[in-house]
């Protein structure tokens, strides 16, 4: 749908991270060629690609993001699961479809792909979680914090949303648009040490 909506000069980005980043492989191949990564709480600096600088969602970054991506443990992984660079790098119809833009290796020393986007479309996809340096403060998990971080997590948030405002899509009414915003959902607070606010959402009823 969003290939079709591009296509037709509807502005429509999407963006996949950890499991969601998975799936894009699997809508484009039409396959499911994960295998296993050992790669579960590893915070990591990016092996960039030598293409990166020609891409959309690195070909500006800073010099201080580029230099806290490639030698800090800034982005967070949390997967069992990976498309491994092998197995990319033989499957023409990711090769055709994205550009990798960097590469990690899991604790195996195991190369997966953690960053790529799609060439001719504004799809994004990350392994890893550009979000969690600063939403995720469960004390039991190896995420970065730190300043450096931050930044880093700010850069790829400011970047889609930069691309999310060139979508024309608006709700046809404030009413609707209220009546969509995650405020209407009361947040539950897990208390097990992790810190985590949870929101559950019940489909079958009115609650």
Not at 20 to 39: E, H, I, M, V
Not at 78 to 106: M, P
Not at 145 to 174: D, G, L, M, W
Request: glycine share 4%; aromatic share 16%.
């Amino acid at each position: 749908m969003a290939i079709q909506a591009n296509d037709k000069g509807d502005y429509f980005p999407l963006w996949g991270t950890c499991q969601g980043f998975q799936l894009l492989t699997n809508l484009t191949s039409r396959c499911y060629l994960l295998k296993a990564t050992d790669a579960e709480d590893l915070a990591l600096p990016l092996n960039l690609s030598n293409v990166y600088k020609s891409s959309r969602l690195m070909g500006n970054l800073p010099a201080d993001i580029q230099h806290s991506l490639t030698s800090l443990p800034v982005t967070y992984n949390a997967h069992h699961w990976g498309i491994w660079q092998e197995t990319f790098e033989k499957t023409e119809s990711l090769t055709s479809f994205y550009r990798v833009l960097s590469t990690n290796k899991d604790r195996k020393q195991i190369s997966f792909i953690s960053t790529m986007e799609a060439f001719e479309y504004p799809f994004y996809g990350s392994q890893w979680h550009p979000e969690l340096n600063i939403f995720w403060w469960n004390p039991q998990k190896h995420v970065d914090h730190e300043y450096a971080a931050i930044k880093v997590s700010q850069y790829f948030a400011n970047f889609f949303v930069n691309e999310a405002r060139k979508s024309s899509h608006t709700f046809p009414s404030i009413t609707m648009e209220s009546s969509h915003m995650i405020e209407n959902f009361k947040r539950v607070f897990s208390n097990d040490g992790s810190f985590e606010l949870d929101y559950f959402f019940n489909y079958t009823q009115n609650v």
